[in-house]
């Protein structure tokens, strides 16, 4: 089944929930979708679906920031990075975009990530990632399988390289596709808007680590896992919120309260188009 007939067939079983394949940006803010001039090949009352390049789409669902998905198909497998929040068949909406085989990765545990994973009958997540107090986890009855850094996910003339990137979780993963040039970040750096799970100096180093790892595979952008907006993890973007949690660390800044930040983090800061939420036992 070649990719135009893919769709055809989307577009068939479908066809009372998906829009014209060129949206434009005017439709973009129902349900604080991201900006994106993209095409559309599949929309549904949980989730829209676009295409950003070549076998390659993005799934955004309505629940919780824009919470998304990324399907990468090579020649012979697709690989699915998170699941979402609350997305009826997930997986028969997976085959109507590729007819390949899927394996399910997972950036991290959080809800919005892998709120889905019922639909799959196995799922990798990094070792602390697997949380089994965790709703998703805890009702699932697949198979769990523990990522390694610098695990590939060979999919046919497209590898998948995993990155370990502790900060928003100590079990956040990053998944680099270099022969596109780009990778799918989750929510470890929070597209500029940082909820930190663990402490700022693992953040910090993680942030570090990242950016030597993307020069070296010449990685130009990471797509991340909630958008608001247009805000890819860009090297500059990486750095510049690295920076802000060592102003942080140092004293350099002074966050502010919080008192209805999600998670526990009571305070905030606050520098340009960047935020990161913490609490005064991660400053160290």
Same mark, same amino acid.
């Given at each position: 089944m070649n990719h135009f007939h893919k769709i055809l067939v989307a577009a068939s079983l479908?066809?009372?929930?998906?829009?014209?394949?060129?949206?434009?940006?005017?439709?973009?803010a129902r349900y604080f979708e991201p900006v994106l001039d993209a095409e559309v090949v599949y929309r549904?009352?949980?989730?829209?679906?676009?295409?950003?390049?070549?076998?390659?789409?993005m799934g955004s669902g309505h629940v919780i920031a824009s919470e998304t998905m990324y399907l990468l198909e090579g020649k012979s497998r697709a690989l699915l990075i998170d699941t979402g929040a609350s997305i009826k068949d997930l997986d028969k909406?997976?085959?109507?975009?590729?007819?390949?085989?899927?394996?399910?990765?997972?950036?991290?545990?959080?809800?919005?990530?892998?709120?889905?994973?019922?639909?799959?009958?196995? @799922?990798? @997540?990094?070792?602390?990632?697997n949380s089994s107090s965790?709703?998703?986890?805890?009702?699932?009855?697949?198979?769990?399988k523990s990522l390694s850094d610098g695990q590939?996910?060979?999919?046919?003339?497209?590898?998948i390289e995993v990155l370990f990137a502790p900060g928003h979780t100590s079990g956040s993963a990053i998944f680099l596709d270099p022969s596109m040039?780009?990778?799918?970040?989750?929510?470890?750096?929070?597209s500029g808007n940082l909820n930190l799970g663990t402490d700022l100096s693992t953040f910090i180093r993680t942030a570090k680590n990242t950016l030597s790892v993307m020069k070296k595979k010449k990685i130009r952008i990471m797509y991340p896992g909630h958008y608001f907006g247009d805000n890819p993890d860009t090297p500059e973007r990486i750095s510049a919120i690295s920076?802000?949690?060592?102003?942080?660390?140092?004293?350099? @800044?002074?966050?502010?309260?919080?008192?209805?930040?999600?998670?526990?983090?009571?305070? @905030?800061?606050?520098?340009?188009?960047?935020?990161?939420?913490?609490?005064?036992?991660?400053?160290?």
């Open positions: 479908f066809f009372a929930m998906v829009c014209s394949a060129q949206e434009s940006r005017e439709g973009n549904g009352p949980d989730v829209v679906f676009r295409k950003l390049g070549d076998r390659t789409w909406i997976v085959k109507c975009i590729t007819d390949k085989p899927v394996t399910v990765v997972l950036t991290h545990s959080h809800g919005d990530h892998s709120g889905n994973i019922g639909c799959f009958p196995e @799922v990798w @997540v990094a070792p602390e990632g965790g709703r998703a986890f805890r009702n699932y009855s697949g198979s769990v590939k996910f060979d999919l046919g003339g497209r590898t040039k780009c990778g799918f970040s989750g929510s470890a750096f929070g920076s802000l949690a060592e102003d942080i660390l140092s004293g350099k @800044v002074k966050g502010t309260a919080d008192p209805e930040g999600a998670s526990g983090h009571t305070l @905030v800061v606050r520098k340009g188009n960047l935020r990161i939420n913490y609490s005064s036992e991660r400053v160290k």
